[in-house]
């Protein structure tokens, strides 16, 4: 081995220990401590891991660590920290929500300093600007939360579930993408109500039809036809309000999409609502509408829909449930209602009696009716049901023959939201009026 | 000499352990950085080499007890609503199975059947989620932004905290009430006797509002409030009333709807006529409380075809007066078609039809006229205020079919 060499190799291990020595924190953790020890003397001791955040400067919280105005960073953070998805959606949904809550207070909340002779009613009727502002926040912060929930990561939580009784079997992709259409139209169609203040001209009526078709056909490149009918069956306004007039009716599959049918060509008939549409000519849509039904449901599934449709009969089951009567009572009750009224009918007809003996004869009817019902209902619902009953009973009293043929309630979905008709659920022929005593 | 071999030997070793000894230490992964590092030069060290402190850091907070991850999330900066948002989320993870089974029934449900859930589901529901608010509120106390008393403190500024705390506590416990009347009903299904209940339920409300707050509070709280405060302003929308006149029609509405508010349902013959009585004389009773005149401004402001047909002349950018116009053509027809009925002659009786025919027809052509001839005015003024025209004439009896 030549000298030169190895004067290299020393210099070499000279260097090397120097810098070590220099800076401890090249060698591995192990040396360190030996290293300072004996080249640094004067360091102080290293305090340990707790002590050491107290002494260092210190460290920023973990909230103003993990925050963040934009909620995907605030999310990505949170999701590094080990947070869970239900977790992070409750923390970015209060923090997104936060951002409308002051707005949307200011509508809902009456201004203190205001006097209350000049505050605005608390109600909100069509064309108000307070409802349109609260519709477009609710709208934003909807599209907000949806954008940043749109990971799969959040896709196990309830929100999904929800989404999957709304969408059926859709795949993920197909729901966002309909989601994004209902979206744009939402605004648009609210753009056109906003600018009509309440008030639907033709030319409205054609933007919002115009609109309705543009979204239609969007879903249809979204979706299959049968995809398609399936969304509407399950989100439409129409369907939505079916469903919940149809309840005790307890529909078959095939029943309910009939019944969807003649709801969409029932509201195209009213696209403007009733208001311009004279009592005759609704009475005629009405009874169009009622004999369609019954040659599509058949005698007697119609009757059931009329019975299990009319509020009159609802409020029987009420008072039979609440007084723990037997099942069966709200029927045979129905049935004796319906029986009655066919009584007076044959008595107003009978062509053999005088218009005297008829006041007469559906005088008695009626107030044999109230003991009927009484009889039938017992004394716990019994007055009560004579008191809902007490209208049809007067008229019948006072010289009425009384039908209960036909579904009182008439319900469209507009293009002003769903509009509710409820017509009389009896319809009367009435005697001559009787000559007043001293007349 | 042989010490050249031995030492060049050694200090090749050597060279080769002090280069591993660097070459180890630089390459050792989250090495705690070095004391002398720290004080020397703790500013200098490179960002990337310090811990993240948000790695892992969720499962430093939570430990299943809430109450100590609440007092570490105060610690650690968390602000009150973020707060609220984690534990709200965990207590409602802890019901989850819970609400899951009482769902249960309901998640299956096809789309032809209605989803809502029946009476007792309802019921359950509203237990686990009152279980649910109250384990969050002995966490965190009440909800300071969206609760009765915090929404009690913005609109009544002037009122103690003490007060609408309780007020709050009241309308709350009255709000847990309600339900076991309505049930699964609406209130169109509501049987009269409910409707009763409702009512006396709201009276009893109101006696304990008042044993909290002074008459003088009671009476502020009312006015801005109540249901007839607000059906007023809805109906005095464009009657601009002076704050004596609001109080005067107000008195008078009260008594009005303590007797005589509709509540739904089918009123009997004897409460219709009682009804219809009471509101003559609250007409009369106004008539008198405003004066002529700005009871005529009244009746025009309160009658829904006004306000509608002020919304349609606006949209259409018509002159304001032509809403007045259009009114007093209503009025004028009105009067007349009421003449006609109010004519009990034989005579008249017998030709009734063809006069309100005839009058619609006038009324007509003079909206019509009034429009300029817009037939679209006129079409949409028979669905935006005109509707007493479209139903001017006589509705025929009935013809019905027994054997439908």
């Given at each position: 081995?030549?000298?030169?060499?190895?004067?290299?190799?020393?210099?070499?291990?000279?260097?090397?220990?120097?810098?070590?020595?220099?800076?401890?924190?090249?060698?591995?953790?192990?040396?360190?401590?030996?290293?300072?020890?004996?080249?640094?003397?004067?360091?102080?001791?290293?305090?340990?891991?707790?002590?050491?955040?107290?002494?260092?400067?210190?460290?920023?919280?973990?909230?103003?660590?993990?925050?963040?105005?934009?909620?995907?960073?605030?999310?990505?953070?949170?999701?590094?920290?080990?947070?869970?998805?239900?977790?992070?959606?409750?923390?970015?949904?209060?923090?997104?929500?936060?951002?409308?809550?002051?707005?949307?207070?200011?509508?809902?909340?009456?201004?203190?300093?205001?006097?209350?002779?000049?505050?605005?009613?608390?109600?909100?009727?069509?064309?108000?600007?307070?409802?349109?502002?609260?519709?477009?926040?609710?709208?934003?912060?909807?599209?907000?939360?949806?954008?940043?929930?749109?990971?799969?990561?959040?896709?196990?939580?309830?929100?999904?579930?929800?989404?999957?009784?709304?969408?059926?079997?859709?795949?993920?992709?197909?729901?966002?993408?309909?989601?994004?259409?209902?979206?744009?139209?939402?605004?648009?169609?609210?753009?056109?109500?906003?600018?009509?203040?309440?008030?639907?001209?033709?030319?409205?009526?054609?933007?919002?039809?115009?609109?309705?078709?543009?979204?239609?056909?969007?879903?249809?490149?979204?979706?299959?036809?049968?995809?398609?009918?399936?969304?509407?069956?399950?989100?439409?306004?129409?369907?939505?309000?079916?469903?919940?007039?149809?309840?005790?009716?307890?529909?078959?599959?095939?029943?309910?999409?009939?019944?969807?049918?003649?709801?969409?060509?029932?509201?195209?008939?009213?696209?403007?609502?009733?208001?311009?549409?004279?009592?005759?000519?609704?009475?005629?849509?009405?009874?169009?509408?009622?004999?369609?039904?019954?040659?599509?449901?058949?005698?007697?599934?119609?009757?059931?829909?009329?019975?299990?449709?009319?509020?009159?009969?609802?409020?029987?089951?009420?008072?039979?449930?609440?007084?723990?009567?037997?099942?069966?009572?709200?029927?045979?009750?129905?049935?004796?209602?319906?029986?009655?009224?066919?009584?007076?009918?044959?008595?107003?007809?009978?062509?053999?009696?005088?218009?005297?003996?008829?006041?007469?004869?559906?005088?008695?009817?009626?107030?044999?009716?109230?003991?009927r019902i009484l009889a039938t209902l017992g004394?716990?619902?019994?007055?009560?049901?004579?008191?809902?009953?007490?209208?049809?009973?007067?008229?019948?009293?006072?010289?009425?023959?009384?039908?209960?043929?036909?579904?009182?309630?008439?319900?469209?979905?507009?293009?002003?939201?769903?509009?509710?008709?409820?017509?009389?659920?009896?319809?009367?022929?009435?005697?001559?009026?009787?000559?007043?005593?001293?007349? | 000499?042989?010490?050249?071999?031995?030492?060049?030997?050694?200090?090749?070793?050597?060279?080769?352990?002090?280069?591993?000894?660097?070459?180890?230490?630089?390459?050792?992964?989250?090495?705690?950085?070095?004391?002398?590092?720290?004080?020397?030069?703790?500013?200098?060290?490179?960002?990337?080499?310090?811990?993240?402190?948000?790695?892992?850091?969720?499962?430093?907070?939570?430990?299943?007890?809430?109450?100590?991850?609440?007092?570490?999330?105060?610690?650690?900066?968390?602000?009150?609503?973020?707060?609220?948002?984690?534990?709200?989320?965990?207590?409602?993870?802890?019901?989850?199975?819970?609400?899951?089974?009482?769902?249960?029934?309901?998640?299956?449900?096809?789309?032809?059947?209605?989803?809502?859930?029946?009476?007792?589901?309802?019921?359950?529901?509203r237990a686990l989620a009152k279980e649910e608010?109250?384990?969050?509120?002995?966490?965190?106390?009440?909800?300071?932004?969206?609760?009765?008393?915090?929404?009690?403190?913005?609109?009544?500024?002037?009122?103690?905290p003490e007060k609408t705390d309780q007020m709050?506590?009241?309308?709350?416990?009255?709000?847990?009430?309600?339900?076991?009347?309505?049930?699964?009903?609406?209130?169109?299904?509501?049987?009269?006797?409910?409707?009763?209940?409702?009512?006396?339920?709201?009276?009893?409300?109101?006696?304990?509002?008042?044993?909290?707050?002074?008459?003088?509070?009671?009476?502020?709280?009312?006015?801005?409030?109540?249901?007839?405060?607000?059906?007023?302003?809805?109906?005095?929308?464009?009657?601009?009333?002076?704050?004596?006149?609001?109080?005067?029609?107000?008195?008078?509405?009260?008594?009005?709807?303590?007797?005589?508010?509709?509540?739904?349902?089918?009123?009997?013959?004897?409460?219709?006529?009682?009804?219809?009585?009471?509101?003559?004389?609250?007409?009369?009773?106004?008539?008198?409380?405003?004066?002529?005149?700005?009871?005529?401004?009244?009746?025009?402001?309160?009658?829904?075809?006004?306000?509608?047909?002020?919304?349609?002349?606006?949209?259409?950018?018509?002159?304001?007066?032509?809403?007045?116009?259009?009114?007093?053509?209503?009025?004028?027809?009105?009067?007349?078609?009421?003449?006609?009925?109010?004519?009990?002659?034989?005579?008249?009786?017998?030709?009734?039809?063809?006069?309100?025919?005839?009058?619609?027809?006038?009324?007509?052509?003079?909206?019509?006229?009034?429009?300029?001839?817009?037939?679209?005015?006129?079409?949409?003024?028979?669905?935006?205020?005109?509707?007493?025209?479209?139903?001017?004439?006589?509705?025929?009896?009935?013809?019905?079919?027994?054997?439908?």
């Open positions: 081995m030549n000298a030169p060499l190895i004067a290299a190799s020393l210099l070499l291990n000279a260097a090397l220990l120097a810098a070590l020595a220099a800076r401890p924190s090249l060698a591995p953790a192990g040396m360190q401590a030996f290293l300072v020890r004996h080249f640094h003397p004067d360091t102080p001791k290293a305090p340990p891991p707790a002590a050491a955040r107290r002494v260092a400067a210190k460290p920023p919280k973990l909230w103003t660590a993990l925050h963040h105005e934009d909620a995907s960073t605030l999310i990505a953070r949170l999701r590094t920290a080990g947070f869970p998805p239900n977790v992070i959606r409750a923390l970015v949904t209060a923090e997104i929500s936060a951002r409308y809550d002051a707005q949307l207070r200011a509508l809902q909340d009456t201004d203190p300093t205001v006097p209350f002779w000049k505050l605005p009613a608390s109600y909100y009727m069509s064309g108000d600007k307070r409802l349109e502002e609260m519709n477009r926040l609710y709208r934003e912060r909807s599209r907000a939360l949806r954008d940043v929930f749109k990971d799969e990561f959040f896709a196990s939580t309830d929100t999904s579930a929800a989404q999957r009784r709304q969408f059926g079997d859709l795949p993920l992709s197909k729901i966002d993408a309909l989601q994004r259409v209902e979206d744009d139209y939402n605004e648009m169609i609210a753009a056109v109500r906003a600018e009509a203040k309440g008030i639907i001209l033709p030319e409205d009526r054609e933007k919002l039809a115009l609109l309705n078709r543009e979204k239609r056909a969007d879903l249809a490149s979204v979706l299959t036809p049968q995809e398609l009918e399936a969304y509407e069956l399950r989100t439409s306004q129409s369907a939505n309000m079916l469903r919940s007039r149809l309840a005790n009716f307890e529909p078959t599959e095939a029943e309910f999409r009939t019944l969807f049918q003649a709801q969409l060509a029932l509201n195209a008939k009213f696209q403007g609502g009733f208001d311009g549409v004279d009592y005759q000519t609704r009475q005629q849509y009405q009874n169009a509408y009622h004999d369609q039904l019954r040659a599509q449901l058949g005698d007697r599934r119609y009757a059931e829909y009329v019975r299990e449709t009319s509020s009159d009969y609802q409020q029987l089951t009420r008072l039979v449930q609440r007084e723990n009567l037997p099942k069966e009572t709200p029927l045979l009750t129905y049935d004796l209602r319906n029986a009655i009224a066919a009584e007076s009918n044959l008595i107003f007809d009978n062509a053999a009696l005088s218009v005297d003996a008829k006041r007469e004869a559906l005088k008695q009817l009626a107030q044999n009716a109230r003991n004394p716990g619902a019994g007055p009560e049901y004579v008191r809902i009953s007490d209208q049809w009973l007067t008229q019948m009293e006072r010289g009425a023959a009384v039908s209960f043929n036909r579904g009182s309630a008439f319900t469209i979905v507009t293009d002003q939201g769903t509009m509710g008709f409820s017509g009389p659920s009896a319809e009367y022929r009435r005697l001559p009026l009787a000559p007043q005593p001293g007349r | 000499m042989k010490i050249f071999p031995v030492l060049g030997s050694l200090s090749l070793a050597a060279n080769v352990a002090l280069l591993g000894v660097l070459a180890y230490g630089s390459l050792q992964p989250g090495s705690a950085p070095p004391p002398a590092a720290m004080v020397e030069k703790p500013a200098a060290a490179p960002a990337a080499a310090k811990p993240d402190p948000t790695v892992d850091a969720w499962s430093a907070l939570s430990s299943g007890d809430l109450a100590a991850e609440r007092d570490r999330l105060l610690a650690e900066g968390f602000p009150p609503s973020a707060l609220r948002a984690i534990l709200a989320a965990q207590i409602r993870e802890q019901f989850a199975a819970r609400r899951k089974a009482i769902e249960a029934a309901m998640a299956n449900t096809p789309f032809w059947k209605n989803p809502t859930p029946d009476p007792q589901t309802q019921a359950q529901l608010q109250k384990a969050l509120k002995d966490l965190l106390g009440g909800d300071p932004v969206n609760s009765h008393a915090a929404r009690l403190r913005r609109e009544f500024p002037e009122l103690a709050a506590a009241i309308r709350e416990r009255y709000d847990d009430l309600r339900p076991d009347i309505y049930g699964a009903g609406i209130r169109s299904t509501l049987t009269p006797t409910e409707r009763e209940k409702i009512t006396a339920l709201e009276k009893a409300m109101h006696q304990e509002f008042a044993s909290v707050l002074t008459p003088a509070e009671l009476e502020h709280y009312d006015l801005r409030t109540s249901n007839t405060a607000n059906s007023l302003r809805h109906t005095l929308s464009n009657f601009d009333p002076s704050e004596a006149e609001f109080r005067a029609l107000y008195r008078l509405q009260s008594d009005f709807d303590e007797q005589h508010r509709f509540t739904g349902g089918t009123l009997s013959q004897e409460q219709q006529r009682a009804r219809s009585d009471a509101q003559r004389k609250l007409s009369e009773d106004i008539a008198a409380a405003l004066g002529a005149e700005r009871y005529a401004d009244y009746q025009r402001a309160s009658d829904y075809n006004f306000r509608q047909t002020s919304q349609l002349v606006s949209r259409l950018n018509l002159p304001s007066e032509t809403a007045m116009t259009l009114y007093a053509v209503q009025k004028d027809i009105e009067d007349r078609r009421n003449a006609i009925y109010r004519d009990t002659t034989p005579e008249s009786r017998s030709q009734m039809t063809q006069k309100i025919t005839a009058l619609a027809a006038e009324a007509t052509t003079r909206i019509t006229t009034i429009f300029g001839g817009n037939q679209t005015a006129t079409n949409a003024y028979k669905q935006y205020g005109g509707s007493w025209l479209t139903n001017m004439v006589p509705q025929p009896a009935p013809t019905p079919a027994p054997g439908r």
